[in-house]
Each structure stands twice: as C-alpha cells, then as structure tokens.
C-alpha cells in the first residue's frame, strides 16, 4: 500500500494537489477529508477527477486527532483492500502531517509506504499567515475552538516534516479574481518559503514532482524542539537566516531584557539555550511571528550519569547529530545555539550577535555557584 498525505490551510491548494498527486501512479484514488461544525466529516472520493463516493459521518468527538483515527485511517484501509495501489489523503485543513503519518503507522493493520508528506500553499499568503495573531479557529481554519495554534505555528510545523510544497493559488485568489501566479507577493513568498524550509521540493504547476521521497526519520529530526538546521544561500535575497552559538550559560536577566529585540521582526526563531538559572536543563526557544515561547526538552547529555564522555558516533542520526557535532571537551553539549530568519534588512548579524555575546557570563559570573541567579523566565518550574 502506498499513501501520500496532503495538508494545507487553503482547500483550493489541497484539492489542486491532491488532484495532480492523484494522476502520478496508474492506479490511484483521492480521499478528500473535511470537519464541519457539529463534528461532521465529509468525505469525498476520487478516481481519474470524477467523484464516486461522498458520504458524512458524525463523531462522537469531533476533532481533528478523531477525524483521522476514526474516518482517514478506516477509508485508507478500505480503499487499499479494494485493489487501489495509491491512495492519497487530503487531509482537512489544521491537520498536521506529521500527526496523520503517526495514525496510519498506529491504526492501518498492513504495511504502508509513504510516498510524500506535501504541503500545499498559496505563497502570496505565506508572509501574512506567519505573522498572523489570530488561532485557527478564529480564522475559520478549522472549527475547533480549543485549536489555539496561529497559521504561523502551524506552517512552520509543515515545513519541519513535508518533503515537499505544492504552491498554487489559494481560495483568496480566486474570490478576488487576483492573477496572483508570478506576481511580486507571489515570488517573494516563494523566496522566504526557500528560507522556511530549505530541505523541501517546491513545485509549482509546471513543474517537475519526484515521488517516494518521504523519510520519517529526517522529519522527526528537523521538528525536535532545540534543533537548528540553517538554509546555505550563496547571495543575499529578500530573506537570510543569521545563525551564532554561545558558549558559555546566558545571564537569565540579560538574555530576557535582550529577547524582544532578538525576536522583533523575525519571521522565525528557534534554538536551544543553556540558561544559569536552569544550567542542566537544555532550554528550546522558538519564536514564529508575533509567538515566542521557551520550553525544556529534558537534560543536556552531559548532564546524564555517563555524560563525561562524548557520545559514541556508531549509528547517530537525525537529532542526535547535532549534539555530537557540537561536542565541546569541557562542556559537552551544553550550549546556546540560536538562528534567526527574516527580511534581509532587519537581520544585522553583527547587532545579533553582540545582543547574544553580551547575554553570556563574565569570567568573573562564571566563578559563582549557579544558585545565586534568580529565576526572570521561571525556568525553575522545569527542574
């Protein structure tokens, strides 16, 4: 059984996807999955563009996780039973994929293969979903109420596990008759969707798609809290990523007073911090638009019982990676390692990283106990 996943904020983007995903194996079916109010799933069914099954269901709970163990898991598995040798899942808007491949390795009782996990987007919209204050249900993306995600956090989230973006034009293009393919908001999406995620396939509606390219393995890793994976551009463009490691533990109060500035107009922060105030504990930080938040992700490797010693090389992959390339002989992992993305001309490398240098102890700071510091971020609720 081969299954691709397609998800999206833009039904039009998804149903022009899928449609062309549909058309990249000989014998394929479309599976368009929407939540409605009142926890109602529509379902509609595709083979060769003619619809051929439309049935609702209500849940007992409807939510997104329920609509894709209870309806997409079922229907990929029926579908696959009755002969079909490709089927691709439409997923309602607001599921991530990342979630939906979780459910079908858990609920499908054969082996599947996962071809691709697409996004599909609109990029004129992308500059304005990431800084958009507004939840998905606010913004009618899904009608959840308890969905308190940003379109940002959302998108940000796809790009970390999809092998590839589908761009098209979306539903706002198409209400306001907008040629928006080729236009100025159009390119510079695409360019800042480059910067967002470096790793993916873009691939517009003349463009070639490579099929059975999905690997969970490297999906997990690039969305591991802490893990920082930088775009390598050889010209400066629209957008840059400014990336600076420190390697010393942060003043608690001087890397909060300097956080703001570090955060104020990136599109998208995100690395780990090795804090005073908490020093075992390895700290992510991600800020995605308007949202920046911190959260521990459990102790530094060196910090475990055999943390003495650097971790053997035999089989690191994905996230650990990172921690054995940034090994550092007297501290180990532990370390502040921040990248930064956004329009080129509010990214000053030079003005980030003497905010970062300035936030590290003093020689002189390094000399007391770290119990002296006090707690501004209240990282003392993680220990």
Same mark, same amino acid.
Request: aromatic fraction near 4%; proline fraction near 6%; include cysteine.
């Given at each position: 059984m081969h299954l691709t996943v397609v998800s999206s904020l833009d039904s039009q983007c998804r149903e022009a996807a899928a449609d062309r995903l549909g @058309?990249?194996?000989?014998?394929?079916?479309?599976? =368009?999955h929407d939540l409605l109010d009142g926890s109602l799933v529509l379902r509609r069914v595709y083979r060769g563009g003619r619809l051929f099954e439309r049935e609702t269901t209500v849940l007992e709970h409807g939510c997104l996780s329920c609509?894709? +163990? %209870?309806?997409?898991?079922? &229907?990929?598995?029926?579908?696959?039973?009755?002969?079909?040798d490709h089927v691709v899942l439409g997923l309602p808007p607001g599921v991530a994929a990342g979630m939906a491949v979780a459910e079908l390795r858990r609920g499908l009782s054969r082996p599947a293969i996962i071809d691709n996990a697409v996004l599909a987007l609109d990029p004129a919209d992308l500059d304005d979903h990431i800084w958009d204050r507004h939840t998905l249900f606010e913004s009618g993306f899904t009608s959840m109420p308890q969905d308190d995600r940003t379109s940002g956090e959302f998108l940000i989230g796809e790009f970390g596990q999809v092998d590839t973006v589908m761009v098209h034009p979306g539903l706002g293009a198409e209400l306001t008759g907008d040629h928006r393919d080729g236009s100025a908001a159009w390119t510079t999406g695409v360019e800042l969707l480059g910067e967002l995620a470096p790793h993916a396939a873009i691939v517009g509606a003349a463009d070639l798609f490579r099929s059975g390219c999905f690997d969970d393995a490297e999906a997990a890793a690039r969305? @591991? /809290?802490?893990?920082?994976?930088? /775009?390598?551009?050889?010209?400066?463009?629209?957008? @840059?990523?400014? %990336?600076?490691?420190?390697?010393r533990p942060l003043h608690p109060g001087r890397f909060r007073d300097a956080l703001p500035q570090l955060a104020v107009a990136k599109h998208w922060m995100r690395g780990r911090l090795w804090i005073?105030?908490?020093?075992?504990?390895?700290?992510?930080?991600?800020? !995605?638009?308007? @949202?920046?938040?911190?959260?521990?992700?459990?102790?530094? =490797?060196?910090?475990? /019982?055999?943390? &003495?010693?650097? /971790?053997?090389?035999?089989?690191?992959?994905?996230?650990?990676?990172?921690?054995? #390339?940034?090994?550092?002989?007297?501290?180990?992992d532990r370390g502040t390692v =921040?990248? #930064? &993305?956004? +329009?080129?001309?509010?990214?000053?490398?030079?003005? !980030?990283?003497? =905010? #970062?240098?300035?936030?590290? #102890?003093?020689?002189e700071e390094m000399e007391l106990d770290y119990g002296v510091w006090d707690d501004p971020l209240e990282l003392s609720d993680v220990l």
């Open positions: @058309r990249t194996h000989a014998n394929s079916v479309v599976v =368009l609509t894709v +163990r %209870l309806d997409v898991v079922p &229907t990929a598995e029926r579908l696959a039973a009755c002969g079909f969305n @591991r /809290p802490g893990v920082v994976r930088v /775009p390598v551009s050889e010209t400066a463009g629209a957008f @840059r990523t400014v %990336l600076h490691k420190a390697g005073a105030s908490a020093p075992s504990i390895r700290i992510a930080v991600q800020g !995605i638009g308007p @949202r920046v938040w911190l959260e521990s992700t459990g102790k530094w =490797l060196a910090d475990s /019982p055999d943390g &003495t010693r650097r /971790p053997a090389n035999t089989g690191v992959t994905g996230a650990d990676v990172d921690s054995f #390339l940034d090994w550092h002989p007297s501290h180990g =921040l990248a #930064l &993305t956004g +329009r080129s001309e509010d990214m000053d490398g030079q003005e !980030i990283r003497q =905010l #970062l240098d300035a936030c590290q #102890l003093t020689e």
